[in-house]
């Protein structure tokens, strides 16, 4: 929608409760140094409720869940984290986090079922998302006592400390709860006034595309109210009509079967912020990196003739590399052989046998799974055979994307590792006003678990290069780094 006046509405933002004062740093504020100070903690100021704005003229909306969205009620929700550096001298942390109190109310007139809620009724009737006047999501406001370097680098962070910038919501399946909310923010300001902003979303009602989507619109709203604008630009108005996404196939009515039978089963494995030895690091590939491991796989395939993989882009090298470095450190030696599998997400937007405009809203998400035998990824020639089931993979997934999608619940349910976010999302290019974001995280709530979920996005810093986060026990992480960097270091002699 272009041309959307900003200044003839108001705001919608209730205060809830509120902590201690907030005291905002004072230039040349002297603060103890990470290692000086006290143990890191993060203290919740303010709760508040965003709505879209009062006077905005929207109609209560129901949106039925399309096959697309039922299987991610398995699963928990949408994490991701955004870090921004202090804002220009003659702005003050007030100002920003008025702006985007402000801006969110704005925002959520385009994106209002993301202030409504996922109603789950007792079997057979469906879950769906409902928005009605008055909903709204929650907001917090909250402080840490150290400085965004010390969480926004690339080095091991404890991921218990980045479970703290980011809200809670429950996982749909496990909640009691027969409506629960669908969007949370978090806005954590640090000692050196960077802040974070943490957005939790539920994969049913949005996956990553509509997420950016969001965040992008929100990102421009607050930097038209920055520069006084009356109007601002937004080509993209969310398509709320599920009524484009057919299912011949029944999968819907399969996927609700599947999921009512696991309601009293599943057991609750939400994450229990008690070990403090898990962290996280990012690591990073370059677009010379991941040619240099697609030669290498090319010329291995020449060696011991080998057919070369049917799609090797960076995606499947790169995907191919952190497979095989992941098993390495893990320990296999006691295990017997037997298939390992990786899952990923494919994107439904271009590959779906009926049209899906891009600013669909909702999940357009599908599922891929690629398996090697154990022995084979610790063997000699892992990566090209890792190469060779990713891109056998992909390659079926481009030609029917709904084969086999019947089991996609039960295949999932047997990963070992999970490759989650894509390098394609422009995260980086995010700016509320005050610039652009300095780190981007995407966060899983089944970093902890059986599966290794591995997130990926885009370089901020090289053009064409790839951003890895990685969650492992602090030894196996001093392990998957040299295991990561020696092998990039082999390949390049």
């Given at each position: 929608m272009n041309g959307q006046y900003l200044k003839t509405w108001d705001f919608a933002i209730s205060t809830m409760s509120s902590g201690a004062l907030?005291?905002?740093?004072?230039?040349?504020?002297?603060?103890?140094?990470?290692?000086?100070?006290?143990?890191?903690?993060?203290?919740?100021?303010?709760?508040?409720?965003?709505?879209?704005?009062?006077?905005?003229?929207?109609?209560?909306?129901?949106?039925?869940?399309?096959?697309?969205?039922?299987?991610?009620?398995?699963?928990?929700?949408?994490?991701?984290?955004?870090?921004?550096?202090?804002?220009?001298?003659?702005?003050?942390?007030?100002?920003?986090?008025?702006?985007?109190?402000?801006?969110?109310?704005?925002?959520?007139?385009?994106?209002?079922?993301?202030?409504?809620?996922?109603?789950?009724?007792?079997?057979?009737?469906?879950?769906?998302?409902?928005?009605?006047?008055?909903?709204?999501?929650?907001?917090?406001?909250?402080?840490?006592?150290?400085?965004?370097?010390?969480?926004?680098?690339?080095?091991?962070?404890?991921?218990?400390?980045?479970?703290?910038?980011?809200?809670?919501?429950?996982?749909?399946?496990?909640?009691?709860?027969?409506?629960?909310?669908?969007?949370?923010?978090?806005?954590?300001?640090?000692?050196?006034?960077?802040?974070?902003?943490?957005?939790?979303?539920q994969h049913a009602a949005a996956d990553e595309r509509t997420l950016d989507q969001f965040l992008k619109c929100w990102a421009s709203v607050c930097t038209s109210l920055l520069k006084k604008e009356s109007l601002f630009v937004f080509n993209s108005t969310p398509w709320f009509d599920r009524r484009i996404i057919l299912d011949p196939n029944l999968l819907k009515t399969r996927f609700l079967k599947q999921l009512w039978n696991r309601l009293n089963s599943t057991k609750d494995c939400s994450f229990e912020q008690t070990d403090h030895n898990i962290v996280r690091s990012t690591f990073l590939l370059t677009s010379s990196d991941m040619n240099m491991i697609k030669q290498h796989i090319l010329a291995k395939c020449k060696m011991i003739n080998e057919d070369p993989p049917v799609h090797l882009s960076p995606y499947v090298s790169a995907c191919s590399y952190i497979w095989i470095c992941l098993l390495k450190v893990q320990e296999t030696q006691e295990l017997k052989d037997g298939p390992m599998y990786l899952g990923f997400n494919a994107g439904g937007i271009t590959r779906l046998p009926f049209e899906v405009p891009g600013n669909y809203f909702g999940s357009c998400i599908a599922f891929g799974r690629c398996m090697v035998m154990k022995s084979v990824l610790l063997g000699e020639d892992a990566i090209v055979f890792a190469a060779k089931s990713l891109g056998k993979e992909i390659k079926r997934l481009d030609m029917d994307v709904l084969e086999g999608a019947d089991r996609w619940i039960c295949d999932w349910d047997e990963l070992n590792v999970r490759i989650l976010g894509s390098p394609k999302v422009d995260s980086y290019g995010l700016d509320f006003g005050w610039g652009k974001v300095q780190k981007v995280e995407k966060i899983s709530s089944d970093d902890h678990g059986r599966v290794n979920v591995v997130s990926l996005c885009e370089s901020r810093d090289l053009n064409g290069g790839m951003e890895i986060g990685v969650v492992l026990f602090r030894e196996k992480m001093s392990a998957f780094t040299s295991i990561f960097n020696g092998g990039l270091m082999e390949l390049a002699r």
């Open positions: 907030y005291v905002l740093p004072k230039p040349g504020d002297r603060r103890p140094s990470p290692a000086m100070a006290a143990p890191f903690n993060v203290s919740i100021v303010e709760h508040c409720r965003v709505s879209p704005p009062p006077d905005s003229t929207i109609p209560p909306i129901t949106l039925p869940l399309t096959f697309l969205d039922i299987p991610w009620l398995l699963y928990p929700p949408n994490q991701t984290l955004l870090f921004f550096p202090k804002p220009p001298p003659k702005t003050t942390i007030t100002t920003v986090t008025t702006l985007l109190k402000q801006s969110l109310s704005l925002t959520l007139h385009h994106f209002h079922p993301l202030a409504g809620n996922l109603v789950s009724p007792p079997p057979p009737a469906e879950p769906y998302i409902v928005y009605t006047e008055g909903d709204s999501i929650s907001l917090t406001l909250a402080e840490s006592n150290t400085t965004i370097n010390h969480l926004s680098g690339d080095h091991p962070r404890l991921i218990t400390n980045l479970y703290s910038l980011l809200p809670q919501l429950p996982i749909i399946s496990m909640s009691r709860d027969t409506h629960v909310p669908l969007l949370a923010i978090q806005i954590t300001i640090f000692t050196d006034s960077g802040y974070s902003i943490g957005v939790t979303a």
